[in-house]
């Protein structure tokens, strides 16, 4: 049995599926409940719902429907949520009769490496002229996210932007020339400069073009709040307002922005929690 199914089994055994005289019936998939984990919430309903909602995290998080009695719902545990019992809600309406449920999260804690980097060190003490430009991409960014799609852009399984295996951890605490900063909030693919990059799933581009800190850089929004970040681009083959389809490319690997070397970086956004991004894969893979 793998992992996220034991889990699924698991959660089903200590009752955290929840049910109500009206029936929401709540089950979990999930690699692991931790810091930057990702969550998929299958809530299967007695009768069809005419709405259903959503809350986890103290954030709305968008269901959307798989069929007339059963919905879905991605849910982020953003890498610095503490540990202990989340409670997340369900209120559904069938014919403006309001059904509910509510089943609780136990987030275990996880351990994050640190890293120690050596970079340019304009890219840890930025230079007074760049600040500005630093401080505008920073908002932007942070703005791109609370702008999803409001419908489901993307299809059931993630797939990997480039060849390999990851070789920087998701969470790390991350050390650049003997400083501090944030912690790693992606996960890093070390390719060569040139290979082809993929989107991930499919979506509509958000933002193409050279930030500071992240070079090169793609996001993808790929709906009701999830979204991709590629970063350190050498080349970007793909515009701000177009579509793009899982598989398709949308740039090629580099070394633009702060980094030791050519790799990618590929981030996840979920309702604005940090997730790491093989916990998707892990979860919404092309057979699941």
């Given at each position: 049995m793998g992992?996220?199914?034991a889990l699924t089994v698991a959660a089903l055994l200590a009752g955290a599926s929840a049910y109500t005289a009206d029936a929401i019936r709540v089950t979990t998939h999930a690699r692991a409940i931790e810091p930057g984990e990702m969550v998929e919430l299958t809530a299967?309903?007695?009768?069809?719902?005419?709405t259903l909602h959503v809350r986890a995290f103290d954030r709305d998080v968008a269901a959307y429907r798989i069929d007339a009695l059963t919905w879905q719902a991605l849910v982020g545990i953003d890498l610095a949520t503490k540990v202990g019992s989340y409670a997340v809600s369900f209120e559904g309406l069938s014919s403006g009769r309001s059904v509910t449920a509510t089943t609780t999260l136990q987030v275990r804690p996880h351990a994050f490496t640190t890293r120690v980097l050596r970079v340019d060190d304009a890219y840890v003490n930025p230079p007074p002229p760049v600040i500005d430009r630093i401080t505008r991409e920073a908002a932007e960014i942070a703005r791109l996210w609370t702008m999803s799609a409001p419908e489901r852009l993307w299809t059931d399984g993630f797939v990997r932007p480039v060849p390999g295996r990851a070789n920087s951890a998701f969470g790390s605490r991350s050390v650049f020339n003997g400083q501090p900063r944030q912690p790693h909030g992606g996960a890093d693919f070390l390719s060569p400069a040139g290979t082809p990059i993929l989107a991930p799933n499919s979506g509509r581009i958000v933002l193409a073009r050279d930030l500071y800190f992240t070079g090169n850089t793609v996001i993808i929004d790929h709906g009701l709040g999830i979204f991709?970040?590629?970063a350190?681009?050498?080349v970007i083959d793909v515009r701000e307002g177009m579509t793009i389809q899982r598989g398709e490319k949308v740039g090629e690997v580099g070394a633009t922005g702060r980094v030791t070397g050519p790799h990618l970086h590929w981030a996840i956004r979920m309702n604005d929690a940090r997730v790491?991004?093989?916990?998707?894969?892990?979860?919404?893979?092309?057979s699941h």
């Open positions: 992992r996220a199914l299967i309903t007695a009768e069809p719902l005419d991709s970040l590629l350190h681009l050498s790491d991004p093989l916990s998707v894969l892990a979860t919404l893979d092309s």
